[in-house]
């Protein structure tokens, strides 16, 4: 790719899926690989883009190899055996795709895009259905004509399996976009894909990055305090009517003020946010709390002590003052 691009195409098939008005569906295959030309290396990076860029991402691992999901032996052979080639693993791969597609009657078709690709120093596998729309071009002459062209920017249907973490026994390398209403359920089983959501620890990833949100917004100490408050009573109260998590209802509730800032940060690749679960209370404490705990004394405050005074931190001597001793306390202390 470009010379700034972090990711290097080895691997490229695009192939169609047509859907009839009437009947089955059928996979026009091409012949051979495409070649890694300027046209196509852009594509790829557009499409990396595009997705990374997306929210609602499903997060998981391969389903147990059997027969009802033939994807994660397909990967073994081609990677660890090397038994298949690339050739050979995209040819089977669309078959099991095409089965997928019968089997839950889907309507789109497209072009299937299956790419080896390694992103960041991460081996991966992509795939991806994307339709055209009609668009427009103007000619030399000026003249506007119609012209087909691929619906990158809304793409419903796609996924990656990382290789590397695979490899390296991560507990979750396969991601995929989830869309609406669940609509890529086929492409899931597709992957050989089981979800990996445990609300805690997704709920605790989330809290995270709010936080570190809060930090990088470089906001007064009372204007920090409220976002981060706000947080918790968004966040607790889809917990109370198990509401599914969506970031961009987040960031709209959270930071009303430019909800595009934070939902930018939420939907950082890296982060690997996921969408759906119902948030755990347990982790949303640190929102508006602290907690901790050394040789021979356990403190927990809430983070509105900050704020008003009554617990402050001496960062030059590494130490806390706590006002409003309770007078039971203070009594303890006093005989001992």
């Given at each position: 790719?470009?010379?700034?691009?972090?990711?290097?195409v080895?691997?490229l098939?695009?192939?169609?899926?047509v859907r009839?008005?009437?009947?089955?569906?059928r996979?026009?295959?091409?012949?051979?690989?495409n070649?890694?030309?300027?046209?196509?290396?852009?594509l790829?990076?557009r499409?990396?883009?595009s997705?990374?860029a997306?929210?609602?991402?499903?997060y998981?691992h391969?389903?147990?190899?059997?027969?009802?999901?033939?994807?994660?032996?397909?990967?073994?052979?081609l990677?660890?055996?090397?038994?298949?080639?690339?050739?050979?693993?995209?040819?089977e791969?669309?078959a099991?795709?095409?089965?997928?597609?019968?089997e839950?009657?889907?309507?789109?078709?497209?072009?299937?895009?299956?790419?080896?690709?390694s992103?960041f120093?991460?081996?991966?596998?992509?795939?991806a259905?994307?339709?055209d729309v009609?668009?427009s071009?103007?000619?030399?002459?000026?003249e506007?004509?119609?012209?087909?062209?691929l619906?990158?920017?809304?793409?419903q249907?796609?996924?990656?399996?990382d290789?590397?973490?695979w490899q390296?026994?991560?507990?979750?390398?396969?991601?995929?976009?989830?869309?609406r209403?669940?609509?890529?359920?086929?492409?899931?089983?597709f992957?050989?894909?089981?979800?990996?959501?445990?609300?805690?620890?997704?709920t605790r990833?989330?809290?995270e990055t709010l936080?570190?949100?809060?930090?990088?917004?470089a906001?007064?100490?009372?204007?920090?305090?409220?976002?981060?408050?706000?947080?918790h009573e968004?966040?607790?109260?889809?917990?109370?009517?198990?509401?599914?998590?969506s970031?961009?209802t987040v960031?709209?509730?959270?930071?009303?003020?430019?909800?595009e800032?934070?939902v930018?940060?939420l939907?950082e690749e890296?982060r690997?946010?996921?969408?759906g679960f119902?948030?755990?209370?347990?982790?949303l404490r640190?929102?508006?709390?602290?907690?901790?705990?050394?040789?021979?004394w356990?403190?927990?405050?809430d983070?509105?002590?900050?704020?008003a005074?009554?617990?402050?931190?001496?960062?030059?001597?590494n130490?806390?003052?706590?006002?409003?001793?309770?007078?039971?306390?203070?009594?303890s202390l006093?005989?001992?």
């Amino acid at each position: 790719m470009s010379e700034d691009s972090l990711n290097t195409v080895s691997d490229l098939v695009i192939h169609r899926l047509v859907r009839e008005a009437q009947g089955a569906s059928r996979v026009v295959l091409r012949a051979g690989p495409n070649p890694l030309d300027e046209p196509a290396l852009r594509l790829m990076e557009r499409l990396c883009q595009s997705y990374a860029a997306r929210p609602g991402k499903g997060y998981g691992h391969f389903e147990q190899e059997g027969a009802g999901f033939p994807m994660p032996g397909l990967v073994r052979q081609l990677v660890v055996e090397q038994r298949i080639d690339f050739a050979r693993f995209q040819q089977e791969a669309m078959a099991v795709l095409q089965a997928r597609v019968e089997e839950d009657q889907i309507e789109d078709g497209g072009y299937l895009v299956v790419a080896r690709v390694s992103m960041f120093g991460a081996d991966c596998l992509w795939f991806a259905l994307i339709q055209d729309v009609l668009g427009s071009a103007i000619l030399e002459g000026g003249e506007i004509v119609d012209a087909p062209q691929l619906d990158i920017a809304g793409i419903q249907v796609a996924g990656r399996i990382d290789l590397t973490a695979w490899q390296a026994g991560a507990e979750r390398y396969i991601s995929f976009l989830k869309g609406r209403g669940d609509v890529a359920g086929y492409f899931k089983r597709f992957l050989g894909c089981t979800d990996v959501v445990i609300a805690l620890k997704e709920t605790r990833k989330l809290v995270e990055t709010l936080e570190q949100f809060a930090e990088a917004q470089a906001l007064p100490p009372p204007a920090r305090d409220t976002l981060l408050e706000r947080a918790h009573e968004v966040l607790e109260a889809m917990g109370e009517r198990s509401a599914p998590v969506s970031l961009e209802t987040v960031a709209a509730e959270v930071w009303p003020e430019a909800p595009e800032k934070l939902v930018e940060t939420l939907q950082e690749e890296s982060r690997e946010l996921a969408t759906g679960f119902v948030p755990d209370k347990r982790a949303l404490r640190p929102l508006v709390r602290f907690r901790a705990k050394a040789q021979g004394w356990r403190l927990e405050f809430d983070r509105a002590g900050l704020s008003a005074g009554t617990v402050q931190y001496d960062a030059g001597n590494n130490t806390l003052i706590l006002t409003n001793v309770p007078e039971s306390l203070k009594r303890s202390l006093l005989d001992e």
